[in-house]
């Protein structure tokens, strides 16, 4: 299995630019979470999708941030206009179905900079 | 509050030298307690999950224990590819989804 796949790895852009994430998560898993962390404040959900619906987006920013999931293999997290206060490296991690926390499992993450 | 504090913030050992890390918790009803490890440049690895006091599991030369108020992960004679931030993470009362994350320890194996 080839895991959770996030693209791009790594994203330079500059303020106002919008941004676009990418994930795929592992086959079989209904959940999709997506998680920011920074050496302040470390990992930080941001949304929590189930069945590709959007359960949880309490930990979304602002509005300046949306995530959406079209289907069981793909989702994206869009930050229009992105600001230097974004960077922080993204990650996307799925769930097996009926388990708890424990079976998350984590992509590599995008590293974003946000000039 | 609930929230989960982990200690120390890093920790520097010679190869062999086993230890311990620490994550204790202040959370009501404790449903799971999840220990990951993360490489830098990658996401974080599952390692261990908890349910209740007493509780202990064994990966190689890591062990996770539980009790009321905090975990440990002890580490026996370790060897520099240990070397890695250790998360601990416990669900938040309510959810069977949401984790409250600690800030890690950084642990750094010398040869």
């Known amino acids: 299995d080839a895991g959770v796949i996030q693209s791009p790895r790594h994203e330079v852009t500059e303020m106002g630019q919008e941004v676009t994430l990418r994930c795929k998560p592992i086959?079989?898993?209904?959940?999709l979470f997506w998680y920011r962390q920074t050496m302040m404040r470390g990992l930080e959900l941001l949304i929590y999708f189930n069945n590709n619906v959007p359960i949880d987006d309490s930990g979304m920013p602002e509005d300046r941030f949306s995530a959406k999931m079209p289907n069981a293999s793909f989702s994206t997290l869009k930050i229009q206009p992105s600001e230097p206060r974004d960077s922080a490296v993204y990650f996307c991690?799925?769930?097996?179905?009926?388990?708890?926390?424990?079976?998350?499992?984590f992509g590599p993450g995008t590293r974003l900079l946000v000039l | 509050e609930d929230q989960v504090t982990q200690s120390p913030e890093a920790l520097r050992l010679q190869e062999g030298e086993s230890s311990s890390l620490n994550c204790s918790y202040t959370?009501?009803?404790?449903?799971?307690l999840f220990w990951y490890r993360q490489d830098p440049g990658k996401g974080p690895e599952f390692l261990f999950t908890l349910y209740s006091a007493g509780e202990e599991k064994e990966k190689e030369r890591l062990k996770a224990t539980l009790t009321k108020k905090e975990s440990f992960l002890h580490i026996t004679a370790p060897k520099p590819e240990d070397s890695a931030t250790y998360l601990c993470a416990v669900l938040l009362p309510g959810s069977n989804y949401q984790l409250i994350w600690g800030a890690g320890t950084k642990l750094i194996i010398k040869p």
């Open positions: 991690a799925s769930h097996e179905a009926g388990g708890l926390g424990e079976t998350q499992y």
């Open positions: 086959s079989g898993h209904n959940s």
């Open positions: 959370v009501s009803g404790l449903r799971g």
